[in-house]
T-cell receptor, first 111, second 115 residues
Framework: DGGITQSPKYLFRKEGQNVTLSCEQNLNHDAMYWYRQDPGQGLRLIYYSQIVNDFQKGDIAEGYSVSREKKESFPLTVTSAQKNPTAFYLC??????????FGSGTRLTVV | QKEVEQNSGPLSVPEGAIASLNCTYSDRGSQSFFWYRQYSGKSPELIMFIYSNGDKEDGRFTAQLNKASQYVSLLIRDSQPSDSATYLCAVIITDRGSTLGRLYFGRGTQLTVWP
């Protein structure tokens, strides 16, 4: 089945630790996005990529990094520079003519 | 001015009524508009997309677009308790000097449909 998969579903990060969130899609989409959602808030854009080996910063890129080495994969690393990383992280892929599909999300908690 | 703005609500309607959700956007060059539904604790799901001025209907949902007024709306007819969710408006905001854009979301409107 075609779809977009995020893993893990839950992730716990210790202070000063880098963690990587996985996002994989088999929908043959060029565009992929990472968003952060805090309780009761909308989606804020972290990074996006329109093509392999290229990506752009969103509004809240500080403390995060990404790579796009393959069309199917767009992993997000939450670095120790991100001081308040506890949030719901959402990955999406799609095309501007038909819309974007979201993965099921990763809940990151600092312990 | 934020790129995409929605009435934060909450909006409460009785079962069987029409729910009306509104969204304005700042980029006159925007061409693609989307409505997502998000249940509590879940990821958003796409319910409608629209590109042309006017109305687009899909079952109980109607999306309306007015590019001159930079306004997009979603009507839900015969509202059901299962429609209770947060509805997110999303717009492709074009990057300057590029034909590509980024997908921006409003903060969402929480809808409650009571029996």
């Amino acid at each position: 089945d075609g779809g977009i998969t995020q893993s893990p579903k839950y992730l716990f990060r210790k202070e000063g630790q880098n963690v990587t969130l996985s996002c994989e899609q088999n929908l043959n989409h060029d565009a992929m996005y990472w968003y952060r959602q805090d309780p009761g808030q909308g989606l804020r854009l972290i990074y996006y990529s329109q093509i392999v080996n290229d990506f752009q910063k969103g509004d809240i890129a500080e403390g995060y990094s990404v790579s796009r080495e393959k069309k199917e994969s767009f992993p997000l690393t939450v670095t120790s520079a991100q001081k308040n990383p506890t949030a719901f992280y959402l990955c999406a892929s799609g095309w501007h003519l038909y819309g974007y599909t979201f993965g099921s999300g990763t809940r990151l908690t600092v312990v | 001015q934020k790129e995409v703005e929605q009435n934060s609500g909450p909006l409460s309607v009785p079962e069987g009524a029409i729910a009306s959700l509104n969204c304005t956007y700042s980029d006159r060059g925007s061409q693609s508009f989307f409505w997502y539904r998000q249940y509590s604790g879940k990821s958003p799901e796409l319910i409608m997309f629209i590109y042309s001025n006017g109305d687009k209907e899909d079952g109980r949902f109607t999306a309306q677009l007015n590019k001159a007024s930079q306004y997009v709306s979603l009507l839900i007819r015969d509202s059901q308790p299962s429609d209770s969710a947060t509805y997110l408006c999303a717009v492709i905001i074009t990057d300057r000097g590029s034909t590509l854009g980024r997908l921006y979301f409003g903060r969402g409107t929480q809808l409650t449909v009571w029996p």
